[in-house]
């Protein structure tokens, strides 16, 4: 299993598009980074954000499991676009 680097907060604004994406309740392209450092997308819907110990993850309606800040982008808005 690859360890990941401590969790770093990404920035607020970033965090609504992602809830705004959730509440949409509609799939989404989701572009994230593996916990190997490979890029790899998902078009799923995304069911949850929640809160644990070592960071803030999207929960996909699969189950999946992505941490915020490995999320590339989704739908097109990058997260690099914003300032953390």
């Known amino acids: 299993m690859t ?3 401590p969790y770093r907060p990404i920035s607020c604004d970033f ?3 992602l809830e705004a994406t959730a509440t949409r309740r509609a799939s989404a392209t989701i572009e994230y980074l593996t916990p190997a450092g490979r890029q790899a997308r998902a078009y799923a819907r995304i ?5 644990r110990r ?5 929960i ?4 999946e499991a992505i941490r915020l800040d490995r999320v590339v982008s989704v739908d ?9």
């Open 76 to 84: 097109g808005v990058r997260r690099g676009a914003f300032h953390d």
């Open 3 to 5: 360890r990941l680097a």
């Open 15 to 17: 965090h609504d598009v």
């Open 60 to 63: 996909l309606a699969s189950g």
């Open 47 to 51: 069911a949850d954000i929640v809160t």
């Open 54 to 58: 070592d960071g803030e993850y999207l």
